[in-house]
């Protein structure tokens, strides 16, 4: 079987849910709110965080959980997807998508990121679209 490339990963047609938790799940206390968010709702976050402007993960997390009714987001399924919008984001400039029209997943991943040295851009592309843009590496 044939690997699923980074668009399909993206699922466009998988939806939300937001769940209980009956257990401690990482930093989610169990009884609360949990929003497992889609590939898609991470790119368009994504495509809203203004040029120059650095936004850790835990604040999209914040920002989706408060967005879709919930008190937390998944931190495991963020990272996926954050992951996937990245990926994808660089397949699309690969193929000559310009610049301007792929997430601009550089403004949410810096080299602390746990996905930074998994990316196929690699931490050199990473760092001088951060530069750029004013954004530390």
């Not at 196929?120 to 990473?126: E, F, K, T, V």
Request: aromatic share 8%; with cysteine; net charge negative.
């Amino acid at each position: 079987m044939a690997k699923k490339t980074w668009a399909e990963k993206m699922k466009p047609d998988m939806e939300y849910k937001v769940e209980v938790t009956e257990k401690d799940f990482a930093d989610v206390p169990a009884g609360h709110t949990l929003l497992i968010a889609t590939p898609t709702i991470v790119d368009e976050y994504v495509r809203h965080i203004p040029e120059g402007t650095h936004v850790p993960i835990k604040q999209m997390r914040e920002d989706l959980a408060a967005e879709y009714g919930a008190e937390f987001t998944c931190p495991v399924t963020s990272g996926i997807f954050l992951r996937i919008v990245a990926e994808n984001a660089y397949d699309q400039l690969q193929k000559g998508e310009p610049i301007d029209k792929i997430a601009p997943f550089w403004r949410m991943i810096d080299k602390k990121s746990t996905s930074a040295k998994k990316l196929a851009c690699g931490l050199d592309w990473l760092q001088q679209q951060r530069e750029k843009e004013g954004l530390p590496f």
